[in-house]
């Protein structure tokens, strides 16, 4: 078959967006360099059978499938069919985790009440809540790359996270001078969106 090369390269390359991956990421998976990776993606190249057994083995196919020519886009559903099944359900595993900080949280507010004396400010742990907010959403963007790989997605929370985390501090130590420290936010921002591009690039 003059084409398995690129039928074989088309594979690999729906495979990894399918989990999203980067060639860079892939190699340090499987431990061939993102050269090869590139090299056999392209169709330049046809791996040997047993690096075609290796990528088999990983991304849970059988060998007929990476050598067997497919519609566009039925790897990609495959794929995502298969982590549907072996994955946990992530909107429940996400809703879970915002609840577990949220229970955190009340407990250490309410921990005042059953330490302190009675002459103590009883609503000193306040700023708990405040500090809630970032990480929630710091939490929702590990978990919502890990699970969905969506850029935008990701982005956004961590983006929010970003900026609630830095307007916590004047909030939670009463500083209306601390608002001054938005302006760090600026650069870590472009930082965030640098980064998202250069991992679209890559892969």
């Known amino acids: 078959m003059e084409n398995l090369p690129e039928i074989v390269g088309t594979n690999l390359q729906a495979l990894r967006k399918a989990k999203g991956l980067t060639q860079q990421e892939l190699s340090a998976q499987v431990h061939y360099s993102d050269k090869s990776i590139s090299k056999w993606e392209l169709g330049y190249a046809l791996p040997s059978v047993d690096i075609l057994l290796d990528f088999a083995t990983y991304f849970g196919v059988t060998l007929d499938f990476l050598v067997a020519e497919h519609a566009q886009g039925e790897v990609a559903k495959q794929e995502e069919a298969k982590r549907r099944k072996t ?39 306040w700023p708990v809540f405040v500090w809630m907010v970032p990480f929630t959403f710091a939490l929702l963007s590990a978990e919502t790359q890990l699970f969905y790989h969506k850029s ?36 870590i921002q472009v930082i965030f969106i640098l980064y998202r591009n250069l991992r679209k690039k890559r892969s």
């Open 87 to 125: 994955d946990p359900n992530p909107p429940i595993i996400m809703a879970m985790s915002v609840t577990f900080v949220i229970l955190v949280a009340i407990c250490i507010f309410f921990s005042r009440f059953l330490f302190a004396g009675e002459d103590a400010d009883q609503l000193a742990f």
């Open 152 to 187: 935008i997605a990701t982005l956004t929370l961590a983006s929010i996270a970003l900026w609630t985390f830095i307007a916590s501090f004047p909030i939670a130590f009463s500083r209306p001078d601390l608002w001054m420290i938005l302006v760090v936010g600026g650069p």
